[in-house]
């Protein structure tokens, strides 16, 4: 896969991290921001949108997607299949707009395999207390499917180390500010700079300097 303008972001957290509430915020500051929506083959949600949210499908569709190569990275969480396109992803990032994946660690991985530049970050709970409060209150789920979301936050968790930032979701807008620099960061590389900014760059190394 080759990556021409944009630049290609991971973002993971364990369910109920904030992470969803914190990219909407974020991309509705951002214009040259993209968020990747996934297919999945979980039930739609109360309030979702075909295509917003994600691309529903069942799970032959999905698996037939899989055998033609079409994703860029797939997994399966909670007996449920998720998936990026790689076609959008690639036209995408040549556009010269950023992307974000709002992926697990296994999806992570393989993403990291195949675009080893691409940024990623991780969002913490303040503490394992909140994450379950947080999920009850999102009144979604039975306790069955919240014991085994806590479960895997765990092991969600001791993944952090993978990642080229963390980011502590305890007070939402400081979190999110956190988010908006290290996107603002990355977009002020050199190589993307030279890319950017190629009129500017030419006349201050050519150009004559100014005279008194």
Known sequence: ???????LFIVSAPSGAGKTSLLAKLLEQTETLCLSISHTTR???PGEVDGVDYHFTDRTHFIRMVEQGR??????VFGNFYGTSADWVTTTLRSGKDVILEIDWQGAQQ???????????FILPPSLPVLAERLRGRGQDGEDVIARRLAGARDEISHYGE??????????DRALADMAAIFRAERQR???????????LSDLLSGDAPTQ
């Open 43 to 45: 039930p739609i949600r």
């Open 1 to 7: 896969m080759t990556i021409i303008k944009g630049t």
């Open 111 to 121: 993403i990291r395999r195949l675009v080893p530049e691409t940024i990623s970050i």
């Open 71 to 76: 994703f860029l990275e797939h997994a399966e």
């Open 163 to 172: 990642y080229d930032y963390l980011v502590v979701n305890d007070d939402f």
């Open 190 to 200: 050199t190589e993307r700079q030279m890319t950017g900014r190629v009129d500017l």
